[in-house]
């Protein structure tokens, strides 16, 4: 086992220096945006899109910091700020509109509040602080949150702001995802929100995988690492027609170990405790997470769609439980105990550290495949079942 003196590099929300083979699709995204001073007429948006692993994220955010990077050369009023949101980690276009809320004011709650009063505070926010800001919509997937309502909105604020004030200070919109996503969301923008032809990302070739596997391991290990280690990760992500994303997950088993952690075991990766839980439980958490924390009945919810998604049984309430014990004693998350609830008290899972950061090894299934009347795997049940595969989180 190859060892690991930086797995913080390993998380798929890590951001490398360069964009190992995309630093021509980088540039065209900047280019396009034109900062500090476009002089195309606002508003300024720019779609990347391309297949799961081809890179649209690392794109979208290694251009969204030359943005800012540029911003802060040119020395032009205050200093930008970057905002940026994953799509399929939230709910609806409330939870996007939430989401950007709460990374300017860590302590607004966007529950029993209407979608079109977010994005009015969102914008008078904007605008009170008169800081340029380089916006992001990353991990757009087809099922996911209505983003039309949040790029209108950034387009054409005055509709939003109290009488009296107007405009916004400059706004750079980056969307990313998959192709068939992004045409069904630019078709709700309208007229006024104009996106242009998509940067397109095609699969990654496999010199270049081999050349961004060979450079994250080298960062992870502070050594340069084996080229047959590389090679064989890259041999078996091409096998399995995967890409980057896939290629991250086998580097990050080949550092953890190949066989699974047993039952209950806590293991050491890195400084960080490794949780043998089945990767549908991280998700479920994720998918149910509003202001750093979870109803532990969401988290049920979403962990059964998630399962009958994938022609599993849901995991008993007992067992579930156990898992988030079991995360609670690696010290990623805590459990409360609220008012409310239907019993007067609810149970919610704070999250101690974000989920990007937790390291988590493949725990082996202990609930049987749901049975279909003909014997074989039983079908995916619910009205999320065919899109919750957008809610999985990266480093699962």
């Known amino acids: ?9 390993l998380a798929n929300d890590w951001l490398p220096p360069v964009a190992i083979g995309r630093e021509a699709e980088v540039a065209d995204v900047v280019r ?3 900062p500090p001073a476009p002089r195309a007429p606002a508003p300024w948006i720019v779609g990347v899109v391309g297949p799961s692993g081809s890179g649209t994220s690392t794109v979208a955010r290694r251009a969204a910091r030359e943005v800012a990077d540029r911003l802060r050369s ?6 930008p700020r970057f905002l940026s949101v994953r799509a399929a980690s939230v709910r609806g276009t409330h939870g996007v509109a939430s989401a950007l809320l709460q990374r300017l004011d860590e302590g607004f709650d966007g529950r029993g509040f209407p979608v079109t009063e977010i994005l009015a505070g969102l914008l008078r926010r904007l605008r009170r602080e008169r800081r340029p800001t380089v916006l992001l919509l990353d991990d757009i997937k087809v099922g996911g949150p209505d983003l039309g309502p949040v790029v209108r909105a ?14 916004l200070p400059p706004v750079w919109t980056i969307l990313a995802g998959e192709e068939e996503a992004m045409v069904s969301q630019v078709a709700t923008f309208g007229d006024r929100c104009p996106v242009g032809p998509f940067v397109p990302l095609r699969p990654y070739s496999e010199p270049a995988l081999f050349q961004i596997v060979r450079d994250r391991l080298e960062r992870a290990s502070a050594r340069p690492p084996p080229d047959t280690l590389v090679h064989r990760i890259v041999r078996r992500t091409v096998e399995e027609g ?16 190949s066989v699974p952690a047993r039952r209950g075991e806590l293991r050491f990766f890195g400084g960080r405790t490794v949780v043998a839980v089945e990767p549908r439980v991280v998700r479920a958490i994720g998918a149910a997470v509003e202001r750093a924390t979870a109803g532990v009945g969401d988290v049920r919810r979403f962990e059964a769609e998630l399962a009958r998604s994938e022609g599993l049984r849901p995991l008993p309430t007992t067992t579930l439980w156990r898992r988030i014990v079991r995360l609670e004693q690696a010290g990623y998350v805590r459990r409360e105990i609220r008012t ?3 019993g007067g008290t609810r149970s919610v899972v704070r999250l101690l550290t974000p989920i990007d950061e937790w390291v988590t090894a493949p725990f082996r299934p202990d609930t049987p495949r749901a ?12 009205p999320s079942a065919r899109g919750l595969g957008s809610l999985g989180l990266p480093g699962a």
């Open 1 to 9: 086992m190859h060892g690991c003196a930086h797995p913080e590099v």
């Open 32 to 34: 396009r945006l034109d």
């Open 74 to 79: 040119a020395r032009v009023g205050p200093s």
């Open 154 to 167: 950034v387009a054409d604020p005055d509709r939003f702001l109290p009488e009296g004030e107007s405009g």
């Open 242 to 257: 995967g890409g980057v994303g896939r290629a991250m997950e086998l580097l990050r088993r080949e550092l953890l170990g």
């Open 340 to 342: 409310g609830g239907t």
């Open 371 to 382: 049975v279909g009347p003909t014997g074989g795997p039983g079908p995916a049940e619910g």
